[in-house]
């Protein structure tokens, strides 16, 4: 069985970092492309950042330069670096795995108060 498991979320002040992670199971997180998505209270899923199979990372523009997507494959695990964090960044943090067969985590919750 296929399982994402998202950590890390919490409250911080505008300006802060948080690291947040996805734990795979099931899966690995070398064979398909993994991304992060996030959705604010009252707007759709948006997606945020993205490291494929090589390696190479895009990110939306609201994060370039300020959040980083990486992985550890012997932790079988993908990470999401955010800094200068903004209220606006405010949102609940999904991983998925990208692919023929889409699996999504059940989203960690970060807040960035002004």
């Known amino acids: 069985q296929v399982q994402l498991v998202e950590s890390g979320g919490g409250l911080v002040q505008a300006g802060g970092s948080l690291r947040l992670s996805c734990a795979a199971s099931?899966?690995?997180?070398?064979?398909?492309?993994m991304g992060w998505y996030r959705q604010a209270p009252g707007k759709q899923r948006e997606f945020v950042a993205i490291?494929?199979?090589?390696?190479?990372?895009t990110y939306a523009d609201s994060v370039k330069g300020r959040f980083t997507i990486s992985r550890d494959n012997a932790k079988n695990t993908v990470y999401l670096q955010m800094i200068s964090l903004k209220p606006e960044d405010t949102a609940v943090y999904y991983c998925?795995?990208?692919?023929?067969?889409?699996?999504w985590g059940q989203g960690t919750l970060v807040t960035v108060s002004s």
């Open positions: 099931g899966t690995s997180v070398t064979i398909n492309p």
């Open positions: 998925k795995r990208i692919g023929f067969v889409e699996v």
């Open positions: 490291i494929t199979r090589g390696g190479t990372t």
